[in-house]
C-alpha cells in the first residue's frame, strides 16, 4: 500500500489532473499502450483493452469490476477486480488514474505504472471476417503482421485528414505529413506523432 500511495504521488506531481464528473465511469472505452492497436478488436493480440462500466476485457484476460470508489484525486478510482486470464481465475486491486493529456495510468498492487491512451470512438470498427466481406468494403484480404491469419485491413474513413496527436485520427497520425493513415489498421513501422506531439517510430505486426 506504501508503493501504491508514493506512485499516486509521483503521478499527481507530473501529470495534470482532470476534475472529477459526470455520472458516466470516465475510464469507459478503449485503451491502448500504442496508437496502432487503435483500428483492432479488444479480442486481439496488440489490440485495445476495452473498459465497460463494470468489466475489463483484452485479449487473453477480463475482469469484473467488484468494486470501484472515487479517492478524491481528479478522475481517480480504487478498484477491486475478479478477474481470469487464459482460464486461470484471480482477484486484484488498482488505483486507475485519468489524466488531462488523454491518458490512464493504472497503479498495479506494487506499485508499477502502466499507462494507455485512449482511442478515439471511431474506431470501434467491426472488421470483415472473410474475403467477399472484405472485398465489398474495398479492404484488403491476406496476411498481414505476423499472425498467421488471413484479415482485411479497411482504407481508413479519415485518410490524409490533418491531424496533429493520435487522438485525431483512427489509424494514427503520420509524423512526416501531419495527416492521418491512410488504412486500419495499420500495420508495419511507421513515423507516427505520439500523445506528446513528437514523432516516434512505431511497429505494429
Same mark, same amino acid.
Not at 15 to 18: H, K, R, T
Not at 77 to 88: A, F, S, T
Given at each position: 500500500m506504501r508503493r501504491i500511495a508514493c506512485a499516486l504521488a509521483l503521478l499527481a506531481a507530473l501529470?495534470?489532473?482532470?476534475a472529477l464528473g459526470g455520472d458516466t465511469p470516465g475510464w469507459a472505452g478503449d485503451w491502448v499502450f500504442q496508437p496502432?492497436?487503435?483500428?483492432? /478488436?479488444?479480442?486481439? @493480440?496488440?489490440?485495445?483493452?476495452? #473498459?465497460?462500466?463494470?468489466? &475489463?476485457?483484452?485479449?487473453n484476460f477480463h475482469c469484473d469490476i467488484r468494486k470501484a470508489e472515487?479517492?478524491?484525486?481528479?478522475?481517480?478510482?480504487?478498484? /477491486?477486480?475478479?478477474? @481470469?486470464?487464459?482460464?486461470?481465475? #484471480?482477484?486484484?486491486?488498482? &488505483?486507475?488514474?485519468?489524466?488531462?493529456?488523454?491518458?490512464?495510468?493504472?497503479?498495479?498492487?506494487?506499485g508499477g505504472i502502466m499507462t494507455l491512451m485512449r482511442c478515439p470512438p471511431v474506431s470501434r470498427v467491426q472488421f470483415p471476417q472473410d474475403a467477399d466481406r472484405c472485398a465489398s468494403q474495398n479492404g484488403r484480404w491476406g496476411l498481414h503482421g505476423l499472425s498467421g491469419e488471413p484479415s482485411c485491413v479497411l482504407p481508413a474513413p479519415d485518410a490524409g485528414r490533418a491531424c496533429t496527436r493520435p487522438a485525431d485520427c483512427l489509424g494514427g497520425c503520420l509524423a512526416d505529413s501531419l495527416t492521418c493513415a491512410p488504412e486500419i489498421p495499420l500495420f508495419g513501422c511507421h513515423n507516427l506523432v505520439q500523445p506528446n506531439g513528437r514523432p516516434a517510430e512505431i511497429c505494429a505486426n
Open positions: 501529470v495534470p489532473l482532470a496502432t492497436g487503435c483500428g483492432r /478488436d479488444p479480442g486481439d @493480440e496488440g489490440g485495445p483493452v476495452r #473498459f465497460a462500466d463494470r468489466t &475489463i476485457r483484452g485479449a472515487p479517492i478524491g484525486v481528479g478522475q481517480s478510482w480504487r478498484m /477491486d477486480l475478479d478477474c @481470469e486470464e487464459m482460464g486461470d481465475p #484471480f482477484t486484484a486491486s488498482e &488505483i486507475v488514474v485519468l489524466t488531462t493529456d488523454g491518458r490512464m495510468h493504472r497503479i498495479i498492487a506494487d
